[in-house]
């Protein structure tokens, strides 16, 4: 059991249109119920510089972006948002939940965009110093049901707009991180009814913490 008194980090992964950014409001709606202290978070961004490097990323630019640039500033940004909010809110004894972390690079720009293993190995080292989530909640769906959702919310991201077989390297990336990883990871089915997911994320932290 983790000393009640250290900050606590859990990131949230999944496709497009999981349902992550409200599960992360539930979830810190609960932890602050349970009277911790909590930092709400996202990657990229996250920082005023990191949330700089977002729009970057997320732009469309007429010259198009190469997986190579795409992982860099992904990692740039993320090297802005450890520094300025997650590891000083840790220090403080804060809870830090985060909408996305490094796994979402190894399903996007890895899985996704076809960057090699070892630059991501590098890049995570470089950046994380060994430095990892105590959990992350993986937000599992099929990807068309994820995209529809998306779509739904109105504008679509270059990310969303992305083809299906893109989608799916996307979710079979995060699903073998989730296997191969069972002590951090929890799959949580987020094709089943809100109330469903939710008690799903409480039953999962009630276990882990």
């Not at 977002?54 to 997986?67: C, D, F, I, Q």
């Not at 640039?69 to 809110?89: D, K, Y």
């Not at 070892?118 to 599992?140: A, H, I, S, W």
Request: hydrophobic share 45%; charged share 25%; net charge negative.
């Amino acid at each position: 059991m983790q000393d009640a008194t250290q900050g606590r980090f859990i990131t949230l992964e999944g496709g497009e249109g999981a349902g992550k950014s409200t599960a992360a409001t539930f979830i810190r709606d609960w932890l602050r119920a349970q009277g911790r202290s909590v930092t709400l978070t996202r990657e990229p961004g996250g920082s005023p510089l990191a949330e700089a490097i977002r729009n970057v990323v997320l732009g469309n630019w007429a010259e198009g972006m190469t997986a190579e640039t795409e992982v860099l500033l992904m990692f740039a940004a993320r090297a802005a948002h450890l520094s300025a909010t997650i590891w000083p809110a840790l220090a403080r004894g804060e809870d830090v939940i985060c909408d996305r972390f490094v796994d979402a690079s190894w399903a996007y720009q890895g899985e996704g965009r076809g960057v090699p293993a070892e630059r991501l190995v590098e890049l995570e080292t470089y950046v994380l110093k060994g430095f990892m989530p105590q959990l992350t909640l993986l937000f599992d769906l099929p990807p068309e049901l994820g995209l529809a959702r998306a779509k739904n919310r109105g504008d679509v991201n270059r990310f969303e707009a992305e083809t299906m077989a893109f989608q799916e390297r996307v979710r079979a990336a995060y699903l073998q991180r989730a296997f191969t990883a069972p002590e951090r990871y929890a799959v949580i089915d987020a094709s089943a009814p809100l109330a469903d997911v939710q008690a799903a994320v409480v039953a999962v932290l009630e276990q882990r913490f």
